[in-house]
């Protein structure tokens, strides 16, 4: 099955890799490869096949007790670390989340919040 | 053409647990960055999730309290993307086999009209740590505290109609699931979250619009304002003739403006799969059933029964099941005053007026219902004016003393006492003759006034049934001698 | 090769009565590692081992003996473990640049168990970069060599443990196996390799590479030894969900069982044309002596075999592209240095940290995962790993103990010579995926040589029965041994 070039790149983004143009030629090459000695799955046939087994569920634990303890405080793993916080280079607006923290940030300062009134109150 | 707004919710509701979703971290809001955080919350090589037992059963609980169907067996599955506070680079929820789906919950409009909002599914998630853009300079500062902190996610169907009812039916919404305690629900935490789907279309039209989706609204107030800004936005767009883009608009309070979010197209393939690393989620019925059986009586119905029980107004059971702990103290005085439309009178006003006023919670209150019921008694009983009972409310608020101590020491006793009583109705009637010729001309509503000139006098003591008794021969013949 | 240490049990009995130290032990131990790890021609089957961590751990364990504290089955013995087992006392690299230097700050319940029993862990054995090849050739950190053969590769990915146990540098090792990744370098290398059944040890502290299909296991010069250090790691853990709370069996018992009433079953998917006949030889040779010693043979069929390779190589490049997201260079790890932006920091970490094999499987498994490619390969190769998992069931059910077949199609190859061809270095894997895939407990052990190399015998159980795995296997290397000359 042939891969693109185009694809090749479409997945790197989705991974966050990014690939020499060597890379993405041996890839796209590699990747069609591969892919055509896995469409061989496309032989079994559909009704042949069963539902997946379930041998135990999820166990489930208490709402209590320790994390496991960490020998090194996360200051002392973090490639940068700064004020108690795991720092990176400020995001320009990548994506919702960032875009949404930036906007609540200000908006924290500058909107009123004042509780929502309950449902009920005295009537006036 | 007249236009109507179609409006879905995605509600993200934080857990009341002591320990995260899947760690035993501690859950708990505002603690200095990154200390609760452990192997699996920091998301480190090796390091496994669990499931914590009261996160499923909470999720169950407000399932349950949203009349959905709990499935007994449901399954965990990553999100993919890469975010810097989401630190395995992807989040566990659920995917194609939620914890519950087909509930509702129904919207009592202020026309006494019921409309029913139906929740499409509910399902167990856990959130990501917090991005904050302010803290660092041209950095962005990563606290992952609130890393793996239990969510459910709640998905209605688009059923509300304007940005006013999508507001009420959220208030509906958060005093549901504070009566189930399944979430302390305060926004200001992030404890919960909206994000609105909406669309418009001509109205009696069945067919759905292209919608948008609002998101970063931070109150109830917001999500109406960002509606209304985004329907009346739709509209003009339509009007003019042009189309709805399809796209996540981001709500600026600041600015009252929703703006469109920059996105990259790839951002929207999660890849989700089911997480290899926890097998299914599987219920016991009896479980399920017996969460059920610890619901405890849900707002709707709580008021339906004070109006049949207590035989109180529409409004007043509204008012008093307004929360959870409120109702429980109304209910408690009801039961000990005897009167239970006097109870609700006396929590309506005198209570809530003192907590608003005090801007306290009813926890605070230093009023018990049994000593609320004891001065309700002692006004029944004539023992005590209601004007002065209203003193001795405010001063056992204050004291945390009995309504019999305060009387006591205050000698707010009522007085039926008619020499005492007539003395006052004497100098009342004195300092005030032209109105006194008045009342005598006629003008029977005088009396409120002499009445109130007695009160007065005698501050607030004065037995109103003997008081006014009096004041009425009194001023039926213009002089009378002496005294 | 020097003078191999002794073996498991034999340790642990001198250290615990006083006859020997652990930290003697350790020390002759960590001397021989030295002796045989670096240089040109070294066997680079250490990433880090000995220091004072070693020390201390092995006068930990002599001063618990002193103290007359019950000594534990592994007393005082030296262990080596894979680099993707967290340890505290060393870093845990995954042979992989984006975790240089890394120290995890907990350790993996596996490690923990050893040591719990007495073992000292005296270093971090190399492999392929997390887990990925079957050649420990993909290591960010340079190739092990086999200790048969230094130019050929010890197979892999737990390359580095087969090779020190291979060499006598330690009696045994953990690995881990998520699709031959023990049982093919034991069989490369000449030593006993334990894949258990998925579930049966704890995977909490196993660095992930394809969860549903990775499991810790154990190499040994013996049977006994393998059988002793997974005694130890066994049994449930409540920080890991998937790992069962079934109780663990005393399998030392099976070792004198013998393989009289054992039916064991042949596999014809498993003797293919492109086996090297000389190994199939072996096998059948295998076979004959299990029917001497009283077993009785069957033919049997598993179907699904042909599909194993393609399902394997969807599911688990797909679950490792979301188990290796977490490496971003925000909150440990590497960083590359100057990036600009967050999405600078992720891509030029990753492309810097991670090495080419990595990179393909990540870039393979989003491919599957992704919108509208997730049914024709993901959801396809999970159905099928159903029917693959179903073709055991239906062979162990009809009265099949054990199955014996070939470890791998060939014997240990040259290095460099498949790493221009990442499909026919997968297709090493074909005879050990399957038993990833149902989830079934196998082992291999050595059956003869071909040219001087070793060959493996593989050697397949059902779902928990790691007891008449255990009972085979110690009657085959008997019986193999009571032939040789």
């Avoid at chain 2, 399902?123 to 239990?150: F, Y």
């Avoid at chain 2, 929207?268 to 019925?285: K, T």
């Avoid at chain 3, 081992?49 to 013995?77: K, N, Y």
């Avoid at chain 3, 887990?131 to 950190?141: D, H, I, L």
Wanted: charged residues 25%; aromatic residues 6%; contains cysteine.
């Amino acid at each position: 099955m042939a891969v693109s070039r185009e694809d090749v790149l479409k997945i790197a983004a989705l991974a966050r890799l990014r690939l020499t143009p060597e890379e993405v030629e041996r890839f796209a090459a590699q990747l069609g490869t591969i892919l055509d000695h896995i469409g061989v799955l496309g032989e079994v046939e559909e009704a042949a096949l069963p539902a997946e087994p379930v041998e135990w569920p999820a166990p489930l634990r208490e709402d209590g007790g320790h994390p496991d303890p960490l020998a090194l405080p996360p200051r002392e793993l973090a490639p940068a670390w700064e004020e108690g916080f795991f720092a990176v280079p400020r995001l320009p607006a990548l994506d919702t989340a960032a875009l949404e923290d930036a906007f609540e940030d200000k908006a924290r300062v500058e909107e009123e919040r004042r509780p929502e009134p309950p449902a009920g109150r005295a009537r006036p | 053409m007249k236009f109507e707004a179609v409006v879905g919710l995605e509600i993200h509701v934080q857990l009341r647990t002591v320990t995260k979703m899947f760690c035993s971290d501690s859950a708990e809001f505002g603690a200095e960055p990154n200390t609760h955080v452990c192997p699996v919350c920091l998301g480190l090589p090796g390091a496994l999730p669990v499931v914590n037992a009261r996160a499923v059963e909470l999720g169950v609980r407000a399932a349950l309290g949203l009349n959905c169907t709990v499935h007994l067996s449901s399954r965990f599955a990553r999100k993919n993307y890469f975010y810097p506070d989401l630190p395995k680079g992807y989040q566990i929820t659920q995917f194609d086999r939620p914890l519950a789906t087909g509930g509702w919950l129904d919207l009592e409009e202020p026309e006494g009209e019921v409309r029913r909002v139906r929740i499409r599914r509910i399902h167990l998630e856990e959130d990501a740590g917090k991005s904050l853009h302010d803290r660092l300079p041209g950095r962005t500062a990563i606290d992952l505290n609130r890393a793996g902190v239990p969510l459910i996610e709640i998905v209605t169907e688009p059923d509300l109609r304007s940005p006013a009812a999508a507001r009420a039916w959220l208030t509906q919404l958060k005093q549901l699931l504070e009566y189930l305690e399944v979430s302390d629900c305060d926004m200001e935490k992030g404890s919960l979250r909206v994000d609105a789907n909406v669309s418009v279309r001509p109205a009696g039209s069945a067919a759905l619009g292209t919608k948008t989706e609002v998101k970063n609204m931070n109150s109830f107030s917001s999500v109406e304002k960002a509606l209304e800004f985004e329907v009346a936005r739709q509209v003009a767009l339509l009007e003019r003739g042009e189309a709805v883009v399809h796209q996540t608009m981001l709500w600026d309070a600041a600015r009252g403006e929703a703006r469109p979010m920059r996105s990259k197209e790839e951002s929207h393939d999660y890849r989700y799969f089911a997480d290899p690393d926890l097998p299914e989620l599987v219920l016991e019925r009896a479980m399920v059933e017996r969460i059920r059986g610890s619901l405890p009586e849900l707002p709707a119905a709580r008021a339906r029964r004070f109006r049949e029980q207590y035989r109180l107004p529409a409004y007043d059971a509204g008012v008093l099941t307004a929360t959870r702990e409120l109702a429980d103290y109304y209910e408690a005085v009801a039961a000990r005053a005897g009167d239970p439309k006097a109870a609700s009178n006396w929590v309506m006003t005198e209570v809530l007026g003192w907590l608003n006023q005090q801007q306290c919670a009813l926890a605070d209150l230093r009023v018990t219902p049994a000593r609320l019921a004891e001065l309700i008694r002692m006004v029944a009983d004539g023992v005590v004016s209601t004007t002065a009972g209203r003193r001795v409310f405010a001063r056992m608020a204050e004291t945390g003393r009995s309504a019999a101590e305060i009387v006591e020491a205050e000698g707010l006793a009522q007085v039926s006492d008619t020499a005492l009583l007539e003395e006052w109705a004497d100098a009342a009637i004195a300092a005030h003759p032209a109105e006194a010729e008045r009342y005598r001309a006629g003008e029977d509503r005088l009396l409120g006034f002499f009445m109130g000139e007695v009160m007065k006098r005698s501050r607030g003591k004065a037995d109103p049934r003997r008081a006014s008794q009096i004041l009425r021969e009194r001023l039926r013949t213009p002089e009378r001698p002496g005294r | 090769m020097s003078r191999p240490a002794g073996g498991v049990e034999a340790i642990a009995t001198d250290v615990a009565a006083g006859r020997a130290t652990a930290l003697e032990t350790a020390r002759v131990a960590v001397e021989r590692i030295r002796a045989a790890n670096g240089g040109p021609d070294g066997l680079n089957a250490f990433l880090a081992f000995g220091g004072p961590a070693v020390e201390r751990a092995a006068a930990a364990v002599d001063d618990a003996i002193q103290r007359g504290e019950p000594p534990g089955p592994l007393t005082g013995v030296p262990v080596a473990v894979k680099d993707n087992l967290c340890t505290v006392d060393f870093p845990t690299t995954c042979g992989s640049r984006i975790l240089e230097g890394y120290r995890s700050p907990f350790e993996a319940t596996a490690v923990r168990r050893l040591r719990e029993a007495g073992a000292v862990v005296v270093g971090k054995t190399n492999l392929d970069e997390f887990a990925m090849g079957s050649s420990t050739e993909n290591s960010a950190f340079g190739p092990t060599r086999n200790p048969h053969d230094r130019t050929r590769v010890p197979g892999g990915s737990s390359g580095g443990s087969a090779a020190a146990v291979a060499a006598g540098l330690v009696p045994a090792a953990l690995g881990s196996d998520t699709g031959g990744s023990v049982r093919q370098p034991a069989a490369f290398c000449g030593v006993v390799g334990i894949k258990p059944t998925y579930g049966r040890v704890s995977r909490y502290g196993l660095v992930a590479f394809a969860s549903s299909l990775d499991q810790v296991g154990t190499f040994g010069r013996t049977v006994r030894d393998a059988v002793l250090l997974l005694q130890a790691i066994a049994g449930p853990d409540g920080r890991d969900s998937t790992a069962a709370a079934r109780p663990v069996p005393d399998w030392r018992a099976e070792l004198d069982a013998g393989a009289a009433g054992l039916v064991v079953g042949v596999p014809r998917e498993y003797f293919p044309p492109e086996l090297d006949p000389r190994i199939g030889r072996l096998c059948r040779e295998a076979v004959e002596r299990l029917a001497a010693a009283g077993a009785e043979i069957r033919d049997v069929s598993l179907p699904h075999t042909r599909y194993a390779i393609p399902a394997y190589y969807v599911i688990a490049p797909a679950e490792a592209s979301s188990n290796l997201a977490r490496y971003d260079g925000v909150r440990y790890g590497l960083r590359a240095p100057g990036a600009d932006s967050t999405l600078a920091v992720y891509e030029e970490t990753r492309s810097l940290g991670f090495g080419p094999e990595v990179k393909r499987r990540i870039m393979l498994g989003t491919y599957a995962l992704s919108a509208g490619y997730y049914d024709q390969y993901y959801g396809t190769a999970q159905r099928v790993r159903g029917l693959i998992t179903r073709d055991f069931e239906r062979v162990f059910r009809s009265g099949v103990h054990v199955l014996l077949a070939p470890t791998t199609p060939s014997v240990a190859f040259r290095l460099g010579e498949k790493l221009e061809d990442p499909y026919q270095m997968y297709l090493a894997d074909i005879f050990t995926v399957t038993a990833n895939l149902a989830g079934v407990p196998a082992l291999s052990l050595p059956i003869g040589t071909v040219d001087g190399l070793p060959v493996g015998g593989q050697l397949i159980a059902d779902r928990w029965q790691e007891g008449l795995l255990v009972r085979a296997a110690a009657a085959l290397e008997r019986a193999l041994a009571e032939a040789a000359p």
